[in-house]
């Protein structure tokens, strides 16, 4: 079943036409904590990433008038995010960069054998560590389509980049997954471990053609 996404469009007009608040906090409780954590990538705390986010939504509120131009507040908020991270590692000569724990993010349905829970638990911390391997560029493709559903465009305008870029960036991020993940399977020897990991890459594989067909447009 296609997953129908919410009309931001429409939550956006009313906040700039309308001064419609509960609109602008519909808008916070669908993005806020996926702003904050690409946020956080940036800037690598979580205070601070909360104080940028309320900063953008607070000036949000303030402009709504002179907003009624956007079409994409999503892509809109995730710029503007990006921006002001960017400008605050400036401030403060951050560079680093950290992942943070998605705890919503299941590889598997959890089930109620503790031993393939186990084996669940172990391919995520796995992969978790897989794609913090990655290019910083490539990690951050990687998680907006993967984690947001953002196609190339939308991601494109986010990172000022283009989309063939996008596109390169994610291939060459799922290829090196693809090599990571082999690695812990030739390397271990449960079996059942090894139909999880080979099931995991095989996703990662097919991912490749569904983002080609998918994501582009």
Same mark, same amino acid.
């Given at each position: ?5 919410? /009309? ?6 009313? %906040?700039?036409?309308?001064d ?20 956080? &990538? ?35 908020l ?15 000569? #951050? ?15 959890? /089930? ?15 992969? /978790?560590?897989?794609? /913090?391997?990655?290019?910083h ?7 907006? %389509? ?32 693809r090599i990571?993940?082999?690695? &812990? ?10 139909d ?5 890459i095989?996703?990662?594989?097919l991912?490749? &053609? %569904?983002?080609?067909?998918?994501? #582009?447009?």
């Amino acid at each position: 079943m296609k997953i129908v996404k919410p /009309d931001l469009f429409s939550l956006w007009t009313k %906040i700039c036409t309308e001064d419609d608040l509960a609109s602008f906090e519909a808008i916070y409780h669908l993005l806020g904590a996926r702003l904050l954590k690409f946020s956080i &990538y940036y800037v690598s705390s979580k205070e601070v990433a909360e104080e940028i986010v309320s900063e953008i939504f607070v000036k949000c509120w303030e402009n709504r008038k002179a907003n009624l131009h956007v079409m994409n507040p999503e892509t809109y908020l995730f710029a503007a995010i990006r921006n002001q991270s960017l400008k605050h590692l400036r401030k403060h000569n #951050q560079m680093h960069l950290v992942e943070i724990e998605d705890q919503h993010d299941q590889l598997f349905v959890a /089930d109620h054998n503790p031993q393939k829970e186990l084996e669940r638990k172990e391919l995520q911390l796995r992969l /978790d560590q897989a794609i /913090d391997t990655l290019p910083h560029q490539a990690r951050l493709v990687f998680k907006l %389509i993967k984690e947001n559903g953002m196609k190339y465009k939308e991601v494109a305008e986010i990172l000022e980049i283009s989309p063939r870029t996008v596109q390169t960036q994610l291939f060459r991020a799922i290829a090196k997954l693809r090599i990571v993940l082999s690695a &812990y399977r030739e390397t271990d020897h449960k079996s059942s471990f090894h139909d999880n990991a080979l099931s995991l890459i095989l996703i990662l594989s097919l991912t490749n &053609y %569904i983002l080609i067909f998918c994501r #582009q447009f």
